[in-house]
């Protein structure tokens, strides 16, 4: 089946600094998602991206949809201390309705303020 | 309301109960899904709900049997699990013909 190879798998990185991330496939995909989710609970979606190329920004986060649908990549900026957590990227074939998302492995940031 | 809310939180159970978990959404919605979670891994699709009718089952086990009463609600009922079937079960619902899941909290199961 589909597979998004995500990276770096962890970080461990200083307060203040920039940290990124990112996902790539070997299938075309039409949509990507970037979610966290902190231990214990539900992943939180943080951006979508449907547009190849598109680059799209909520707060301190800034994610693109690459140029060949095949990958994304996320940035966060001036890391916090709850920016800890683990980061999902998620990819879906089809456009619209309720289909499958495929996500990827997970990359878990530490934080040391 | 702008949430998807799951009940219990936390459940222990034994190899021989019944028991179910709940979630509900008043979004909206039109496609709810239940995913499995384990330790350091990515959700897991199990099934997925498209106008209160089952559209993607992921060759799940019969001791899990999902089940929608209205467009608003989720059940997933668990009979006669195994210790492996542990993990956090989170439900998601999504709009019509928008990619975007949205995930409950979660139920954090263990089978004894």
């Known amino acids: 089946g589909q597979q998004l190879n995500q990276s770096p798998q962890s970080m461990f990185i200083q307060e203040g600094e920039d940290v990124s991330m990112n996902c790539t496939s070997s299938?075309?995909?039409?949509?990507w998602l970037w979610y966290k989710q902190d231990p214990g609970e539900g992943p939180v979606l943080l951006i979508a991206?449907?547009?190849?190329?598109e680059l799209t920004s909520n707060g301190r986060l800034t994610a693109q949809f690459g140029i060949t649908r095949k990958d994304s990549f996320l940035n966060i900026s001036a890391s916090i201390p709850s920016d800890v957590g683990i980061y999902f990227c998620?990819?879906?074939?089809?456009?619209?309705?309720?289909?499958?998302?495929?996500f990827g492995k997970g990359m878990k940031l530490t934080v040391n303020p | 309301d702008t949430e998807v809310t799951q009940t219990p939180k936390h459940l222990v159970m034994g190899m021989t109960n019944k028991k179910s978990l709940k979630c509900e959404q008043h979004?909206?919605?039109?496609?709810m899904y239940w995913y499995k979670q384990k330790a350091k891994k990515p959700p897991e699709l199990m099934f997925v709900?498209?106008?209160?009718?089952?559209?993607i089952n992921e060759s799940v086990p019969s001791r899990f049997s999902p089940e929608c009463p209205n467009s608003s609600l989720l059940n997933l009922h668990l009979h006669a699990l195994q210790p492996e079937d542990s993990a956090l079960y989170l439900c998601?619902?999504?709009?019509?013909?928008?990619?975007?899941?949205?995930f409950g909290p979660g139920t954090r199961l263990t089978v004894l």
């Open positions: 998601a619902s999504s709009p019509e013909w928008v990619p975007e899941q949205f």
């Open positions: 299938s075309i995909f039409n949509t």
């Open positions: 991206l449907y547009k190849a190329g």
């Open positions: 998620a990819g879906q074939l089809v456009k619209g309705g309720s289909e499958k998302l495929v």
């Open positions: 979004m909206g919605h039109r496609a």
């Open positions: 709900y498209s106008y209160e009718k089952l559209s």
